[in-house]
T-cell receptor
Framework: DQQVKQNSPSLSVQEGRISILNCDYT??????FLWYKKYPAEGPTFLIS?????DKNEDGRFTVFLNKSAKHLSLHIVPSQPGDSAVYFC????????????????FGQGTILTVHP | NAGVTQTPKFRVLKTGQSMTLLCAQD?????MYWYRQDPGMGLRLIHY???????AKGEVPDGYNVSRLKKQNFLLGLESAAPSQTSVYFC?????????????FGSGTQLSVL
């Protein structure tokens, strides 16, 4: 049972336009969400995160939105650049009370983003 | 600044062979993890460690063993490899302080079991 789902395997966007990557989750106990970016032949790198007490977090061109009632989060990249072409994974973490989550993450399947010049 | 280093980068095994994947981090991180990535499945946690001398099972631990004898190293062992263990393996680490979910990943090991 996939608790974190990215239903779009791929997304193609023109340079300068907005890229919107979506992620849905089923476990209401998740309380911290992250996006990782992965280039070919490299490991994933942390991009941006959001706590369940917020509905939006911005970092430069990247904004993550969280809709808890819909169990949905999205990553907006504005403006998109060719260097943003990569696989994007969303991930979720259970409550970190007492450190018991230990950083264990549940990942989505990933979305391949291609930004065309 | 090496970060998280995985060796080897590629390996081909025959069914039933054994091997050990090595992960080393130079960031003095307490927590270390082994994930596997399969097409259409995302990354799944195999085993993790919250400190030197400790290990725990993750989501898909069967067929794997791990050891954390030194804080900087986390070894993943396959005692009798099976074709279902063909995958890309990622090691990761995170510091004790702050959000532990912000993982630092190695570049991966591509393992094929024939």
């Amino acid at each position: 049972d996939q608790q974190v789902k990215q239903n779009s395997p791929s997304l193609s966007v023109q340079e300068g336009r907005i890229s919107i990557l979506n992620c849905d989750y089923t476990n209401s106990m998740f309380d911290y969400f992250l996006w990782y970016k992965k280039y070919p032949a490299e490991g994933p790198t942390f991009l941006i995160s959001i706590s369940s007490i917020k509905d939006k977090n911005e970092d430069g061109r990247f904004t993550v939105f969280l809709n808890k009632s819909a169990k949905h989060l999205s990553l907006h990249i504005v403006p998109s650049q060719p260097g943003d072409s990569a696989v994007y994974f969303c991930a979720a973490s259970p409550p970190n009370a007492g450190g018991t989550s230990y950083g264990k993450l549940t990942f989505g399947q990933g979305t391949i983003l291609t930004v065309h010049p | 600044n090496a970060g998280v280093t995985q060796t080897p980068k590629f390996r081909v095994l025959k069914t039933g062979q054994s091997m050990t994947l090595l992960c080393a981090q130079d960031m003095n991180h307490e927590y270390m993890y082994w994930y596997r990535q399969d097409p259409g499945m995302g990354l799944r946690l195999i085993h993790y460690s919250v400190g030197e001398g400790t290990t725990a099972k993750g989501e898909v631990p069967d067929g794997y063993n791990v050891s954390r004898l030194k804080k900087q190293n986390f070894l993943l062992g396959l005692e009798s490899a099976a074709p279902s263990q063909t995958s890309v393996y990622f090691c990761a680490s995170s510091p004790h302080r702050g959000r532990k979910e912000k993982l630092f990943f190695g570049s991966g090991t591509q393992l094929s079991v024939l």
